[in-house]
């Protein structure tokens, strides 16, 4: 399973982004869950915001209100719509999934390559 990330860019404090993740594979696959994490520079990764079947979401409470995740299922598609972007929102973005694929045991999480989002003031 390969996930691809894009929408990564330099916005200025208050202004809007979406980041898009679509998961890819040569043989069928189910979602259980797909997530949204970013890292910082000197910091640790910290999980954004998550979507699961049926559409449960979790957010971190610093971007509650003005993140939204949504998944196209469809498309095997991640969304996170970021708006009010402030500073501290900085960071390398990465695409986390829950994937089982058919013909293997249980379910793996796969990483997507990091998208930059740079908030200036």
């Known amino acids: 399973v390969q996930l691809q990330a894009s929408g990564g860019g330099s916005v200025q404090a208050g202004e809007s982004l979406r980041l898009s993740c679509t998961a890819s594979?040569?043989?069928?696959?189910?979602?259980?869950?797909m997530s949204w994490f970013r890292q910082a520079p000197g910091k640790e990764r910290e999980l954004v915001a998550q979507?699961?079947?049926?559409?449960?979401?979790n957010y971190a409470d610093s971007v509650k209100g003005r993140f939204t995740v949504s998944l196209d299922n469809a498309e095997n598609t991640v969304y996170l719509q970021m708006s009010n972007l402030k500073i501290e929102d900085t960071a390398v973005y990465y695409c986390?999934?829950?994937?089982?694929?058919?013909?293997?045991?249980?379910?793996?999480?796969?990483w997507g390559k990091g998208t930059l989002v740079t908030v200036s003031s």
């Open positions: 986390n999934a829950d994937i089982a694929v058919r013909g293997f045991f249980g379910a793996t999480d796969y």
């Open positions: 594979s040569s043989r069928m696959f189910s979602i259980n869950a």
């Open positions: 979507i699961a079947k049926h559409d449960n979401t």
